[in-house]
């Protein structure tokens, strides 16, 4: 109940091209989900988190796309770059009112964007 | 930079010793949590505390392990009689509150390495 399932986990796209990892949850308690970008020797830097009551949201070229039935969410990386290329991470929260506010970290998806 | 300090950057350590890790928030927070990542593995909870109070230690070890956020200074995880399993890049991240509409933000990590 307290696992976020992540995939894949690694991911090899061109330059140009668009990058989708996939998140998946079973506590129904969750209402945060934050994507975390980390780089080697980095830690994990906040990239874009959503909330259930919204289905996407968009910041610059990277979107999440949630889907609160399936319990299901998803990171797209549109005109992937090079720069791009580092460990993504997918989370989950719980809300505040007694719960902690843990993350709840998938196992991480290393992608690699070819130039 | 204001960010999450941590230190030391990486710590050696022989079997049997005591690993001293301490993290510094951000400028005006005053929540702070630890996780563990294991390599090739994601971020593991471990801890979250608030000045001079516990409020969560569910991802804890038993044993050997335990964390503190004094009224003044830095947060400090110690880990006492380390054995080679507790080889892991540790990270604090912090908060201003416990909000659930409030990101954690992550340092740099501590590379801890038992010989």
């Known amino acids: 109940q307290q696992q976020v399932k992540q995939s894949p986990q690694s991911l090899i796209v061109q330059k140009g091209g668009i990058s989708i990892i996939n998140c998946a949850y079973e506590n129904t308690a969750f209402d945060y989900f934050p994507w975390y970008q980390q780089f080697p020797g980095k830690g994990p830097a906040l990239l874009i988190a959503?909330?259930?009551?919204?289905s996407e949201k968009k910041e610059g070229r990277f979107t999440i796309s949630f889907n609160k039935s399936a319990k299901q969410f998803s990171l797209h990386i549109m005109d992937s770059q090079p720069g791009d290329s580092a460990t993504y991470f997918c989370a989950a929260r719980r809300g505040y009112g007694g719960a902690t506010n843990k993350l709840i970290f998938g196992t991480g998806t290393l992608l690699a964007v070819q130039p | 930079n204001a960010g999450v300090m941590q230190n030391p950057r990486h710590l050696v350590r022989r079997r049997g010793q005591e690993a001293r890790l301490r993290c510094s928030p951000m400028?005006?927070?005053?929540?702070v949590y630890w996780y563990r990542q294991l390599p090739e593995e994601g971020l593991k909870f471990m801890v979250y505390?608030?000045?001079?109070?516990?409020?969560?230690e569910s991802g804890m070890p038993k044993e050997r392990f335990s964390a503190e956020f004094p009224k003044e200074g830095p947060s400090i995880l110690r880990i006492q009689q380390v054995v080679r399993g507790d080889s892991a890049a540790y990270f604090c991240?912090?908060?201003?509150?416990?909000?659930?509409?409030?990101?954690?933000?992550f340092g740099d990590g501590t590379r801890l390495s038992i010989l």
């Open positions: 991240a912090s908060s201003p509150s416990g909000y659930s509409n409030q990101p954690q933000h």
């Open positions: 959503i909330r259930p009551d919204v």
């Open positions: 505390l608030q000045k001079e109070n516990i409020i969560d």
């Open positions: 400028k005006g927070h005053s929540h």
